[in-house]
């Protein structure tokens, strides 16, 4: 991106961020990854062990909560590229049984949401509805993506998702070119 493109871009956030005082968009700059993303408050962090694909990994995200919604940005290095689809897979179809969307394959049409990411070479986009921990409605977009052997996942949750609150957060994603 030129630097008068990106100039465009950030005052159109800000813009857009004049209109609705509860986000304060920052750039986050993942601590071993490439990924640039834009959280709309202040992100706190955490690394745990998860299995992924059959295969114990660390899991790093970085999430926030403001208005109602639940921002989230997640990572891990799956150490073989040839893991990276199987990885991705396993992670749509986690992230929608927890919270219980039906249907639960990410594979379904009925799931599928069209986003892209800068500089990712595929990216696959899910929207779903489902049910939080507390049994209340939740709805979530998320997007899966991969650079080498690390995998990606950026994602919204909330009982009701506005386009306005959230494609300033998709939109705000990108890797370097590799």
Same mark, same amino acid.
């Given at each position: 991106m030129s630097y008068s493109s990106r100039a465009v871009w950030l005052a159109s956030l800000l813009t857009l961020g004049a209109c609705s005082p509860t986000f304060n968009w920052r750039e986050l700059r993942l601590?071993?990854?490439?990924?640039?993303?834009?959280?709309?408050c202040k992100p706190e962090s955490a690394t745990r062990t998860v299995p992924l694909a059959g295969a114990p990994v660390e899991l790093h995200m970085h999430s926030c909560e403001t208005s109602g919604?639940?921002?989230?940005v997640a990572w891990a290095d799956v150490g073989n590229?040839?893991?990276?689809?199987?990885?991705?897979?396993?992670?749509? &179809?986690? &992230?929608?049984? &927890?919270i219980r969307a039906v249907p639960t394959s990410a594979n379904d049409p009925a799931t599928r949401w069209t986003v892209s990411v800068a500089g990712a070479p595929a990216a696959l986009g899910v929207s779903a509805q489902g049910q939080d921990p507390q049994g209340q409605p939740v709805q979530?977009?998320?997007?899966?993506?991969?650079?080498?052997?690390?995998?990606?996942?950026?994602?919204?949750?909330?009982?009701q998702l506005t386009d306005e609150a959230v494609?300033?957060?998709?939109?705000?994603?990108?890797?370097p070119a590799p």
């Open positions: 601590d071993g990854a490439p990924l640039l993303a834009l959280m709309p919604l639940r921002f989230a590229a040839a893991q990276v689809p199987t990885a991705l897979a396993a992670w749509r &179809s986690a &992230s929608l049984q &927890s979530t977009r998320a997007v899966y993506f991969a650079q080498g052997t690390q995998v990606f996942q950026a994602a919204v949750y909330g009982a494609e300033p957060f998709f939109a705000g994603l990108r890797l």
